[in-house]
Nanobody
Framework: QVRLVESGGGLVQAGGSLRLTCAAS????????MGWYRQAPGKQRELVAA???????VYADSVKGRFTLSRDNTENTVHLQMNNLRPEDTAVYYC????????????WGQGTQVTVSS
């Protein structure tokens, strides 16, 4: 059974940095796409950044230039370096892995809270 475990969330002041890590277990293959979503109170879950196994990465416009996604395909691990954090970045951040292999798959982590104080 595949599990995604996030770590690295916390409380930080505006302008500060955090690094999130997502480690996958139970999978013997490299995921097609791994990335991060976030959900703020009262809002829909939204894409933050995602990377394909081929190496392309997409970012939400709101985080471009501030957040960097890095991925280790051999370890099925993905990191999100978040710099110059803003109060509007406050949300629960979820790791996601999805793709197609003998059928579609779509895995989610339990989420990690990121709170940015002004």
């Amino acid at each position: 059974q595949v599990r995604l475990v996030e770590s690295g969330g916390g409380l930080v002041q505006a302008g500060g940095s955090l690094r999130l890590t997502c480690a996958a277990s139970g999978s013997i293959f490299s995921f097609n796409t791994m990335g991060w979503y976030r959900q703020a109170p009262g809002k829909q879950r939204e894409l933050v950044a995602a990377s394909t196994s081929g190496g392309s990465t997409v970012y939400a416009d709101s985080v471009k230039g501030r957040f960097t996604l890095s991925r280790d395909n051999t370890e099925n691990t993905v990191h999100l370096q978040m710099n110059n954090l803003r109060p509007e970045d406050t949300a629960v951040y979820y790791c996601n892995a999805r793709g197609v292999r003998l059928g579609k798959y779509d895995y989610w982590g339990q989420g990690t809270q990121v709170t940015v104080s002004s």
